[in-house]
């Protein structure tokens, strides 16, 4: 066997060279140990000397202030891109007017007086170049150009009927489709006065940005592309009507040329057609100004001596808390009525009060809201609403509650001042807000003999102010009431467009809210104080009585002692036994006259309307 095996490895390696290959592995086994042992102690020689000398660790900034420093350089980014773009704007169109305006104006008469010459060469007198009105050369020539729309006629006489002939008329309609027996198309949506300009907007994008390539773009910098193209567009229209009206006057020589030399006398020039005043027909006559002389500093100076102009506290709208009404389409699958959350009452008043006060193109655009009325019981927050009101949409505040200005401004020319004052500070410094407070004390229909402010004053100035009130004016009337059934409800109904009620605080809402009240920064919340439990027990306690509870007990001394002594429940059980809650009778007549009210009557009558159709459509099924 050891003698086979030799022979093997003779045959294949010598032995020099097998003990070669055996030491070459074996110092590279070596030398592998040897740098990992060496590594090793350079390792802990390093650990050593850095032992206790490295600094400590720099805590990483919180995330919200991370993200403030990232939306502040943002909106610095931003600043000055639209510096850059402002910029663009005229130095482009600037460029272009020295490049490009000369060789326009040449090409565009040239063209004029080609189709000029064609004219004459087909019919032989020279045609009238259209006007400014009709579009000038660029009906003629633009492929891109849009006719202006012609205005439409309307009768002189009858313009005021109009309104009432349209209603009998559908009145009358109504009437034959319920003889007839065909079915009432019921509310039918009017069309909402942005459709054009979303299109527009849409229309734009498929334009210009649809096909855009950005996804290089990381800076976000304008196009100089799109900026060029407009600026173009722009220049082309400033030449057309330069060369529009020097050809005119070509022409016109042209004219006279021709007659000439047929023999006859020069061609007499047609007159311009008057313009029609049609502006001064349909407005209306604007007041006396009683106060010509005096600056803008002056009345508002008087105001804020008077104490009708006043300063707003910073109130925000995010503020007010409450939960929007998540259910009502389940409410309403079981016949019950879904009646609104304090969400919903912050939604509405957004809608209809702060983005038109604070946006001037959807104030003229959007359904004109002259005044709304806040009602609901102490303590729901209305105050709190009207100061969000003016700081959300930065209006200036002016007070005309009959507590207020009582004692001031007397007598019928005092009260005419008034209106005077406000009505003109109102426009000039709007957006605007006018708040009555206890509004419905205006229009009581009797005044206690104990009330001496005389509220009912601004009676028959409200509707004057309202009346005279148009869509460019940002103007608004609120008012807030505690106990609107006591007015006179036809009188407040024409004063007040729009009712809101503020319904009572739900579990969600009192449970946030009470949260909110109860943090102290720093300090946690221990288990003992159980809000779970807190908030059932302030069921049917509104807003104010909530905050009012947990001030008086979570005082300053109180706050000292958190750490060595946690809040309660049991604490605020003594507080909130002194309280007066808002009873359910008490709700329900909030309700009650909200169904009086002429927004309530519609309301009715929709729902009949709505159950009378499901009644039909079940009867129908059960037919077949």
């Known amino acids: 066997m050891s003698l086979s095996g030799s022979a093997k490895v003779s045959s294949q390696m010598s032995r020099d060279e097998?003990?070669?290959?055996?030491?070459?592995?074996?110092?590279?086994?070596?030398g592998r140990h040897r740098a990992r042992f060496m590594q090793e102690i350079h390792r802990q020689e390093m650990k050593e000397k850095t032992k206790g000398k490295l600094p400590p660790r720099r805590p990483s900034p919180p995330p919200e202030r991370r993200v403030a420093e990232v939306e502040a350089s943002r909106r610095e980014l931003q600043a000055r891109h639209q510096q850059q773009y402002e910029e663009a704007l005229v130095t482009v169109k600037e460029e272009l007017r020295r490049l490009e305006a000369v060789q326009m104006r040449?090409?565009?008469?040239?063209?004029?007086?080609?189709?000029?010459?064609?004219?004459?060469?087909?019919?032989g007198a020279f045609p009238d170049l259209p006007n400014e009105e009709e579009g000038g050369s660029a009906a003629l020539f633009d492929p891109d150009f849009v006719p202006p729309p012609k205005p439409e006629k309307e009768d002189k006489k009858g313009k005021g009927k109009k309104g009432k002939k349209d209603k009998k008329d559908k009145k009358d309609e109504k009437k034959k489709k319920k003889k007839k027996g065909e079915e009432d198309e019921g509310f039918i949506m009017q069309p909402s006065k942005f459709v054009p300009v979303i299109m527009e907007a849409c229309m734009e994008y498929d334009e210009k940005w649809k096909h855009k390539e950005e996804k290089n773009n990381f800076e976000q910098n304008f196009d100089a592309d799109i900026v060029r193209r407009d600026?173009?567009?722009?220049?082309?229209?400033?030449v057309r009507r330069d060369v529009d009206t020097a050809m005119r006057e070509?022409?016109?020589?042209?004219?006279?040329?021709?007659?000439?030399?047929?023999?006859?006398?020069?061609?007499?020039?047609?007159?311009?057609?008057?313009?029609?005043?049609?502006?001064?027909?349909?407005?209306?006559?604007?007041?006396?100004?009683l106060t010509p002389d005096r600056s803008l500093e002056s009345l508002v100076e008087e105001l804020v001596e008077n104490n009708v102009m006043k300063l707003i506290p910073e109130k925000r709208m995010s503020e007010f808390i409450g939960y929007p009404q998540l259910t009502g389409s389940l409410q309403r699958?079981?016949?019950?009525?879904?009646?609104?959350?304090?969400?919903?009452?912050?939604?509405?008043?957004?809608?209809?009060?702060i983005i038109p006060l604070g946006c001037a193109s959807v104030h003229e655009t959007a359904p004109l809201i002259k005044s709304v009325l806040i009602a609901g019981p102490p303590g729901c927050g209305r105050k709190h609403l009207v100061h969000a009101i003016c700081a959300e949409s930065g209006a200036v505040l002016f007070d005309l509650s009959a507590s207020n200005i009582a004692g001031r401004y007397p007598g019928k020319a005092g009260l005419t001042m008034l209106m005077h004052l406000v009505n003109k500070v109102g426009r000039l410094l709007q957006p605007s807000v006018i708040w009555i407070d206890n509004a419905e004390k205006t229009f009581v229909k009797k005044v206690p003999k104990t009330d001496k402010t005389e509220p009912k004053r601004l009676k028959k100035e409200?509707?004057?102010?309202?009346?005279?009130?148009?869509?460019?004016?940002?103007?608004?009337?609120?008012?807030?009431?505690?106990?609107?059934?006591?007015?006179?409800?036809?009188?407040?109904?024409?004063t007040y467009s729009r009712v809101i009620l503020m319904?009572?605080?739900?579990?969600?809402?009192?449970?946030?809210?009470?949260?909110?009240?109860?943090?102290?920064?720093?300090?946690?919340?221990?288990?003992?104080?159980?809000?779970?439990?807190?908030?059932?027990?302030?069921?049917?306690?509104?807003?104010?009585?909530?905050?009012d509870m947990v001030h008086e007990v979570v005082t300053e001394k109180r706050i000292v002692k958190l750490r060595k002594r946690p809040l309660k429940t049991t604490e605020f059980v003594p507080v909130l036994a002194n309280l007066q809650p808002v009873m359910r009778e008490q709700q329900e007549m909030y309700y009650t006259w909200l169904t009086k009210t002429p927004l309530g009557k519609k309301r009715a009558k929709m729902l009949e309307a709505e159950a009378e159709e499901a009644n039909k459509a079940s009867a129908g099924k059960k037919k077949k």
Do not use: N
Request: charged content about 40%.
């Open 333 to 353: 699958l079981k016949s019950q009525e879904a009646r609104p959350l304090l969400g919903d009452v912050r939604r509405v008043l957004t809608e209809y009060c």
């Open 462 to 494: 409200l509707p004057k102010l309202l009346k005279a009130l148009t869509p460019a004016d940002r103007l608004l009337l609120v008012g807030t009431s505690e106990t609107p059934w006591e007015a006179d409800q036809k009188a407040l109904g024409q």
């Open 503 to 547: 319904p009572p605080l739900d579990y969600a809402s009192r449970l946030q809210l009470l949260s909110r009240a109860v943090a102290v920064p720093g300090v946690p919340r221990h288990p003992a104080l159980d809000l779970s439990t807190l908030t059932k027990l302030t069921d049917g306690f509104t807003a104010g009585h909530c905050l």
């Open 231 to 238: 600026k173009r567009r722009e220049l082309e229209l400033e």
């Open 106 to 123: 040449e090409d565009m008469q040239d063209e004029i007086r080609a189709w000029m010459m064609a004219e004459w060469q087909k019919s």
């Open 250 to 289: 070509e022409l016109d020589r042209l004219k006279d040329a021709l007659e000439r030399d047929k023999g006859k006398k020069g061609r007499k020039k047609k007159k311009g057609k008057k313009k029609r005043r049609g502006g001064k027909k349909g407005k209306k006559k604007k007041g006396k100004d």
């Open 18 to 30: 097998a003990v070669r290959l055996i030491q070459r592995q074996e110092r590279a086994r070596q």
